[in-house]
C-alpha cells in the first residue's frame, strides 16, 4: 500500500515545509501506515504565521458581505463533500462512516450560524447620552488565531472554531491531531474554492514543538484549544502568560443518572449509543451511569444486552456499528484499566477486551464493556478512559447521585433519565455541569448556544462557537463622540463630566 506525503497548507497552497521530521499515520482498522505527516520547524511556523499575519489585515477590511459570501460559498461545498471528509475521517480515526458524516453535519451547523454574523456582530447604539453625544459600540477581530484540536473529530471540532474565525476577519492557523490530519486539508481547499483569500486559513502540522511555538508567538493574538485537560491547562497558562486571549476546552467523565422512574428501555438505548458510539472516544460520551435506587439490576442486564449485540469492525463496511481505538497504546489503555477495575471489585458484565475482529486482526479494537459496581477509587472511574467502557455506579437517592457528579474535577456534560419532571428541574439547577442533557444522553448544545463545561473541562471565560464565539474571536470598541454645531459654546470644564 502506498504511503501518502501529508503537508501543511501556507498561504492557500499545499507546503511541504523546512521541517525534516516525519510522523506516521495509520489506519486504526488495519493497523497500516497509510500517511507520513510533515511536522512544523521553527522556520515553518515562521512562514505560515507571516502569511497569515499579512492576510489578516486586508480580510478584516474587507466588507460584511463579501466575506459572507465566502462563508456561503463554503457551506455548500462542505455540504456537497461530506461524503468525502467523512471517508478520510473513517481512514484515519476509524469511527464508522455514517458516524463520520455525522460529524460533519454538526460542523456544518456552526458554518451556517456564521453565515448568520451581519445579524450576531451588530454593534449598539445609545442616542444623546449627554447633550449633542451619543455613544456606540462595535466588535472588531483579533488578527491572527491559533486553533489546536483533537483527534476524536478531526472535521467538526476546526469547524467549531474557524468558521467563525474566518467571518469575523481574522487569520486562522489550525494546529490539527496529528494522529488525523488529512481532512485539514480537504477543509483548507474547500475554503480557497470557496474564494477565500490565501493566507486567511493556513494548515500546520506538528505535535508539542508547532503547539508550543504558537503558544508563544508574538503574531499570534489569540488561541482555541481543544483536548485532553493535563493539554488543556498547560496551553491556557502558557499562552495567558504570553499575552494572549484563550479559551482551552478539556477533557470529561460524563455521568447519567438514572432514576427508576426512567423508562429503562429508552434509557439503556441511549446510554448504549453513547457509551459505545465512536467507541467511547467522544468528549461527551457517557462513560458513567449513575444508577438510582431498583433501577440498577434491571438497568445493567438491559444494557449488558445492547453492549453485546454491537457489531465491531471497520468502519467502512456496511452494518458495523463500532469502529477501532485510535492507537495501539489507547487499546492497552483501556484494557488495562478494565483489568484493574475487575481485580479492585467490580462486576465485569461484559468483557470487549480480547475481541478479535476477523479480517482485521492488527486493528486496534476493543469491544464494548459493562463494569457494574465500580466505586470511586477504582482507576475505571477517576481516569478518563476514552473508549467503549462503560462503568456503572449504584447509589440509593438523587441527592446521592448529585454529590457523586459534583464531586468529580470534570464538568463538561451530563444526563438525566426520568419521567419526573420535578427531579430534572432539581438536577438541571444543582450539578455543577456545563451542559446537561434530560432524557437526552449527549446533549452537544445546537449552533446557535454556546459549548462548554465547567470546571477542569474548560479553561478560560469563553465558551466555544455559538454567541461566544463571536465574543472570544473579536474585541470591542466603546465609541463616544459630539458634532457640535458651530461657534457652539465648549462647555469644557476641569470637573469629570455628570449629569
Ligand atoms: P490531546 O490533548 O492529546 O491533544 C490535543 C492537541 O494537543 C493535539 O493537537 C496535540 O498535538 C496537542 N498536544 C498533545 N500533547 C501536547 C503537549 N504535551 N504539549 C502541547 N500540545 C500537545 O487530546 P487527544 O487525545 O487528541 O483528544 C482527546 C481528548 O480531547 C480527550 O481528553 C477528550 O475529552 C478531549 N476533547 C474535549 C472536547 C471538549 O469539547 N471539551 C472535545 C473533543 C475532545
Request: aromatic share 8%; with cysteine; charged share 20%.
Amino acid at each position: 500500500m502506498s504511503i501518502t506525503e501529508i503537508t501543511h497548507w501556507v498561504a492557500g497552497a499545499e507546503y511541504p515545509g523546512h521541517g525534516t521530521r516525519r510522523q506516521d499515520v495509520f489506519n486504526p482498522a488495519t493497523g497500516e501506515v497509510t500517511g507520513s505527516l510533515h511536522l512544523a520547524d521553527g522556520e515553518d511556523l515562521q512562514k505560515t504565521l507571516t502569511a497569515a499575519r499579512e492576510a489578516a489585515d486586508s480580510w478584516a477590511d474587507t466588507p460584511l458581505s463579501k466575506r459572507m459570501a465566502v462563508l456561503f460559498k463554503f457551506r455548500e461545498l462542505v455540504h456537497s463533500h461530506t461524503r468525502d471528509l467523512a471517508e478520510i475521517i473513517t481512514a484515519e480515526h476509524g469511527k464508522v462512516l455514517s458516524d463520520a458524516a455525522g460529524e460533519v453535519g454538526r460542523g456544518l451547523e456552526v458554518v451556517e450560524f456564521a453565515c448568520a454574523l451581519p445579524q450576531t456582530l451588530k454593534g449598539e447604539y445609545s442616542d444623546q447620552v449627554a447633550t449633542g453625544i451619543d455613544v456606540f459600540s462595535f466588535r472588531q477581530p483579533l488578527g491572527v488565531v491559533a486553533g489546536i484540536t483533537p483527534f476524536n473529530f478531526p472535521v467538526m471540532v476546526p469547524l467549531w472554531m474557524a468558521p467563525i474565525a474566518v467571518a469575523t476577519g481574522n487569520a486562522f492557523v489550525l494546529k490539527p491531531s496529528e494522529r488525523d490530519p488529512s481532512a485539514s486539508l480537504l477543509l483548507a481547499k474547500l475554503w480557497k474554492e470557496a474564494g477565500l483569500p490565501d493566507g486567511v486559513f493556513n494548515v500546520l502540522h506538528g505535535d508539542k514543538e508547532t503547539v508550543d511555538g504558537l503558544l508563544t508567538h508574538e503574531l499570534v493574538d489569540g488561541v482555541s484549544f481543544v483536548g485532553s485537560t493535563p493539554i488543556a491547562k498547560y496551553v491556557h497558562e502558557t499562552a495567558t502568560r504570553h499575552g494572549k486571549r484563550v479559551q482551552a476546552l478539556g477533557g470529561a467523565k460524563n455521568h447519567a443518572v438514572v432514576m427508576p422512574d426512567a423508562d429503562l428501555d429508552l434509557a439503556a438505548d441511549h446510554l448504549s449509543a453513547a457509551a459505545f458510539g465512536s467507541a467511547g472516544e467522544r468528549c461527551m460520551a457517557i462513560s458513567v451511569a449513575v444508577a438510582v435506587g431498583n433501577a440498577a439490576d434491571e438497568l445493567v442486564a438491559k444494557v449488558g444486552e445492547r453492549a453485546q449485540g454491537i457489531t465491531v469492525g471497520d468502519g467502512t463496511e456496511d452494518g458495523v456499528e463500532m469502529g477501532p481505538l485510535i492507537t495501539p497504546a489507547s487499546k492497552d489503555r483501556v484494557r488495562r484499566i478494565v483489568t484493574e477495575a475487575e481485580a479492585d471489585g467490580a462486576a465485569l458484565v461484559v468483557d470487549g477486551r480480547e475481541l478479535v475482529v476477523e479480517g482485521r486482526e492488527e486493528g486496534f479494537f476493543v469491544g464494548p464493556t459493562v463494569l457494574d459496581r465500580v466505586k470511586k477509587e477504582m482507576s475505571a472511574y477517576q481516569e478518563e478512559i476514552f473508549g467503549p467502557v462503560l462503568a456503572v455506579i449504584r447509589v440509593d437517592t438523587l441527592e446521592e447521585a448529585i454529590r457523586v457528579i459534583n464531586a468529580n474535577p470534570y464538568g463538561n456534560g451530563t444526563a438525566i433519565f426520568t419521567s419526573s419532571g420535578y427531579t430534572a428541574r432539581t438536577f438541571k439547577r444543582r450539578v455543577t455541569v456545563g451542559m446537561i442533557g434530560v432524557n437526552v444522553p449527549i446533549p452537544v448544545p445546537a449552533a446557535q448556544h454556546s459549548f462548554g463545561g465547567w470546571k477542569d473541562s474548560l479553561f478560560g471565560d469563553h465558551h466555544i462557537y455559538g454567541p461566544d464565539g463571536v465574543r472570544f474571536y473579536t474585541r470591542g470598541k466603546a465609541i463616544t463622540e459630539r458634532w457640535p454645531e458651530q461657534n457652539e459654546a465648549s462647555n469644557a470644564s476641569l470637573n469629570f463630566p455628570s449629569n
